[in-house]
């Protein structure tokens, strides 16, 4: 089925094929698009190290392999999540611990996570910051330091949203894993990266990229392996269309920033209630809590509104089945979460329209 107003609309920044210079493009994997991505992505992000990858599930692939996630490690994470955040550490064999978001949130619920912390102990916690709705807590720092755990932060729905002044989230401990795909705030259609400070990590993480050989990627026939990997490499061409969304990407945020604004202030229905009410970033994907979904959702295919049903307990899983009366709160919202139409590709009198549509309900 054809929406008029589709779930999610990427900014377009590029219209016409013959703007890619086929004389730049790397014969290779990986060439001056990709190389020069990395080195921007690093400048916005204050990071030392950028590792481009084919996808943020890749990306997080390759931080579990760099930290040497096994069968003996033991991971927490929050119960709210895409499966993708997970995916590579079961894969790994490695224990996997869940815990609760807060009420009515989509933010992990730290005073539970500390509690988790104190009684596994684990090698590995993996924050997942789901559409800007990311937040540190001061125990958990200090908990961090007590008990030598690493960090991944899953970033790929919070990528420039910031933590502090000079600070981004994804950018804040050992790893942090990006998605530059389609429906991303900035994409390079499909594609992801990774973020470290640690000379050692991205060391390993261009390894991993490059099945294992720590060697540059024309030269890699000519060595062997180091590690474990496998070909996590980008393309140029998909590099070359992210170079030219990150370009624009203040523009992108201020409309990301202002869509999620207009929502906020002009939609009026009792029916339903917004999910993480605070704009201090950014929030690619506006969301509401819904008591039905199915009739929602019916009445938004009638009046041609495409809607998301967002991102599901990981406890409902079938690779990873657990008590969901244990997860109250990310449970409900796994149930009645939708995704308004957003994406840097609407204007305010697409949202406009949508809002009318909406305040019939």
Same mark, same amino acid.
């Given at each position: ?30 060439? &001056?698009?990709?190389?020069?991505? +990395? ?49 590579? @550490? ?11 978001? +807060? ?24 924050? @997942? *910051? ?8 001061? +125990? ?52 992801? /990266? ?28 000519? +060595? ?13 061409? *998909? ?24 929502? /906020? ?8 209630? /917004? ?17 039905? &979904? ?20 990981? @406890? ?14 990310? @449970? ?19 949202? &406009? ?9």
């Amino acid at each position: 089925m054809s929406f008029k107003y589709k779930w999610f609309k990427p900014f377009e920044t590029v219209s016409k094929p013959q703007q890619i210079d086929p004389k730049l493009l790397s014969k290779k994997t990986m060439g &001056k698009y990709s190389i020069d991505l +990395e080195k921007k992505l690093k400048k916005i992000l204050k990071v030392k190290y950028v590792v481009l990858t084919n996808s943020g599930t890749s990306a997080l692939m390759m931080a579990n392999l760099a930290l040497g996630i096994n069968k003996n490690t033991k991971i927490i994470t929050t119960n709210l999540s895409w499966i993708a955040t997970i995916n590579p @550490s079961i894969i790994l064999g490695s224990k996997i611990f869940l815990v609760d978001t +807060e009420p009515y949130s989509q933010r992990v619920n730290f005073k539970t996570l500390n509690k988790m912390i104190k009684k596994v102990k684990p090698n590995i916690v993996i924050l @997942s *910051h789901l559409s800007g709705a990311a937040h540190i807590d001061r +125990e958990f720092v200090s908990l961090k330091k007590k008990y030598a755990f690493k960090v991944i932060e899953d970033a790929a729905q919070s990528f420039l949203h910031k933590y502090k002044k000079n600070k981004f989230f994804g950018t804040l401990f050992e790893v942090g894993c990006f998605s530059l795909s389609i429906t991303k705030i900035v994409n390079m259609v499909y594609g992801g /990266f990774c973020t470290t400070n640690s000379k050692t990590m991205a060391n390993k993480l261009v390894a991993i990229r490059n099945n294992g050989v720590n060697a540059l990627p024309e030269n890699s026939r000519d +060595e062997l392996p180091s590690q474990r990997g496998l070909n996590f490499k980008p393309s140029d061409l *998909h590099s070359f269309f992210g170079l030219k969304n990150l370009n624009k990407h203040k523009t992108i945020v201020k409309r990301v920033s202002d869509i999620s604004k207009y929502y /906020f202030n002009n939609l009026r229905n009792s029916k339903f209630s /917004f999910l993480d009410n605070y704009l201090n970033n950014p929030r690619i994907y506006p969301s509401i809590i819904v008591d039905n &979904k199915k009739k929602f959702n019916n009445f938004c295919k009638n009046n041609n509104l495409e809607i998301h049903f967002g991102v599901r307990c990981l @406890s409902e899983s079938r690779i990873l089945r657990k008590n969901s009366n244990l997860f109250p709160h990310s @449970s409900l919202i796994s149930k009645r979460l939708v995704r308004l139409p957003c994406g840097p590709g609407y204007n305010l009198k697409n949202i &406009k329209k949508i809002i009318q549509i909406l305040n019939k309900y």
